[in-house]
């Protein structure tokens, strides 16, 4: 039935039989809708869109035979997105998958506000075939990145490689190194941040260190400094679990936001004149400077290891240029 209060979604009872026993919420969500991603429907039950027996449950609730569940969906568009001539860096193509190097300011697949220009509609356009266990509105869609991250993300272009590479992404096998400018002075060198994260408090659209939260989850963050400048740092991060706005959040708490990252740092661009010191109001960068740089997974068919790597984008170099230039490397 349809949902009076959302016009765009519908209602669905279920109730859990005896063979559906002891499966996790969202696992059985996801057999029972399969055009939606388990992600996806993971967010509908964080954001209270599910309810078990009447009452707000998580992702991970072990359901019981005569469960009653109601769950609140937003109907799926019929077709995919529409192609779009967008130009994209392929880093890597065989009949699998793809690899492809993310530009900033670019949506991973269509959302509220942002319908056109996403990666899917551009990815619609370049290949003749992609997987489409993600639903019709994310073809090929493995995993995303944020709208203003730049970087390495892996598309399939079959079901059975979206499979294998969703499992290696679910089981951590797959290796994702990113690069950061930050702001502040690092007080170590390296680190492993141990953080667990949760939902925001008060902002619902944002993330939080959250200990002993019903939405908290483990999150641990490996970084290491690889150049120093006066009020800035340039880093290589190796995230070990994959949170939403994990690296942002765990970096933000320890006082070393990322550089242009309107949610977690307050500001969002810079120019020429704060590094100069002169009054040229050039802008440097205009979004968060988080790289994803590398990606190490294994061939979903043949299982030989595979490594992408997406070279720094000119954003980030412009600023570490003139860092490197203006705030002279700073001296442990």
């Not at 009447?54 to 995919?80: C, T, W």
């Not at 994702?176 to 667990?196: F, N, Q, S, T």
């Not at 880093?235 to 765990?250: F, N």
Request: with cysteine.
């Amino acid at each position: 039935m349809t949902d009076s209060s959302n016009p765009g979604a519908t209602t669905h009872d279920l109730v859990v039989q005896s063979d559906e026993a002891g499966a996790r919420l969202d696992a059985f969500l996801a057999q029972q809708f399969p055009h939606y991603s388990r992600v996806f429907l993971r967010k509908v039950i964080h954001a209270g869109g599910v309810v078990v027996n009447e009452m707000q449950v998580r992702a991970a609730f072990r359901l019981k035979a005569g469960n009653r569940i109601q769950i609140r969906l937003p109907d799926l568009p019929v077709d995919g997105p529409e192609p779009e001539d967008i130009p994209l860096e392929i880093l890597f193509e065989d009949e699998h998958l793809a690899a492809i190097n993310k530009p900033p300011h670019m949506v991973v697949h269509p959302a509220r506000g942002n319908w056109k220009g996403t990666l899917t509609a551009a990815l619609a356009h370049h290949f003749q075939q992609l997987s489409d266990a993600a639903g019709p509105a994310r073809p090929g869609v493995v995993h995303r990145l944020d709208r203003e991250t730049s970087g390495v993300i892996v598309i399939a272009k079959t079901n059975r490689a979206h499979f294998e590479l969703s499992s290696q992404f679910e089981s951590r096998v797959t290796q994702k190194e990113y690069r950061a400018i930050v702001c502040g002075h690092p007080d170590r060198d390296r680190d492993l941040l141990d953080l667990p994260i949760g939902i925001h408090p008060y902002q619902r659209e944002k993330m939080a260190i959250r200990a002993d939260h019903s939405s908290s989850r483990e999150a641990q963050t490996f970084y290491e400094v690889l150049e120093r400048f006066s009020g800035f740092a340039f880093m290589r991060l190796v995230p070990r679990t994959g949170r939403t706005h994990q690296l942002r959040v765990h970096l933000a708490h320890i006082h070393l936001p990322v550089l242009c990252d309107r949610q977690y740092g307050g500001r969002c661009e810079i120019r020429q004149a704060e590094l100069r010191g002169d009054r040229d109001d050039t802008v440097l960068l205009s979004r968060q400077a988080l790289h994803a740089y590398s990606l190490r997974i294994q061939h979903p068919i043949t299982k030989l290891p595979l490594e992408f790597v997406a070279p720094l984008p000119d954003d980030m170099q412009r600023v570490l240029s003139e860092l490197r230039q203006f705030r002279s490397q700073v001296a442990r």
